[in-house]
Every structure is written in structure tokens, then in C-alpha cells.
């Protein structure tokens, strides 16, 4: 059984820093790209960032772009994405999701995780001004 848990969210004021953190178990992990997608209230989900099966290639959403880090450690089956600089903006709930796709992540994390097979519960992060 796949279970995808995300953690790390919370309340920060604007300019701080969170590093939220996703772990996979049930499934080969680095057959799986992988992604961190949010959703706020009255809003469509969006995908935050995507990052390939070995790390090697990533995608950002314009609005996080030089202020969040995705990455991966496969030996540990964990995602992380390093949340720097927050802005109230980024108030949402954020989730992990995992696919086992072969198109490029900008696609896939520009679709919005429409792809995406797996996901997590979700954790909330709010950025206070």
C-alpha cells in the first residue's frame, strides 16, 4: 500500500523560512517523479515545483522561483522543498504528490498534478504579514 505523508508546515511571518518534508513508502521511489503542489481557499491547485526521478532536473512556478529549493534524497525515499523568504501569498495547503510519468516536469507540474497518482494528506503553511 502506498502511503505519501507530507510535514513540516506551520505559521511563520512573512520573510521567514520552512522546510517541508515528504516521505514515500509502498512504492520504488526513484521510479517516481515528484512534486509539491498548493492549493489556497477559492483557488485551483497549482504545482510549486517538480523534480525528476534523479533529482538532476527541476521546475519552479514563476511566483517561487529564487525563493524555493526542491530536492530529493532516493536513499531515504524523502522530498523536501526549502521554502525561503515567504510571502502571505504562499499561505495554502501544500501537497506531496508522486507520479510514475515520463513527460517533462515543467509539463507535469505546469498540469497542475492532474498526473500525479499519488498524494499526501497535505499540510498547512501560513505566512503571517
Known amino acids: 500500500q502506498v502511503q505519501v505523508v507530507e510535514s513540516g508546515g506551520g505559521l511563520v511571518q512573512a520573510g521567514g523560512s520552512l522546510r517541508l518534508s515528504c516521505t514515500a513508502s509502498?512504492?520504488?521511489?526513484?521510479?517516481?517523479?515528484m512534486g509539491w503542489f498548493r492549493q489556497a481557499p477559492g483557488k485551483e491547485r497549482e504545482g510549486v515545483s517538480c523534480?525528476?526521478?534523479?533529482?538532476?532536473?527541476?521546475y519552479y512556478a514563476t511566483s517561487v522561483k529564487g525563493r524555493f529549493t526542491i530536492s530529493r534524497d532516493n536513499a531515504k525515499k524523502t522530498l523536501y522543498l526549502q521554502m525561503n523568504s515567504l510571502k502571505p501569498e504562499d499561505t495554502a495547503m501544500y501537497y506531496c504528490?508522486?507520479?510514475?510519468?515520463?513527460?517533462?516536469?515543467?509539463?507535469?507540474?505546469?498540469?497542475?498534478?492532474?498526473?500525479?497518482?499519488?498524494w499526501g494528506q497535505g499540510t498547512q503553511v501560513t505566512v503571517s504579514s
Open positions: 509502498g512504492l520504488t521511489f526513484d521510479d517516481y517523479v
Open positions: 504528490a508522486a507520479g510514475r510519468l515520463y513527460q517533462s516536469v515543467s509539463y507535469l507540474c505546469g498540469r497542475g498534478g492532474a498526473d500525479f497518482g499519488y
Open positions: 523534480v525528476s526521478r534523479s533529482g538532476g532536473v527541476t
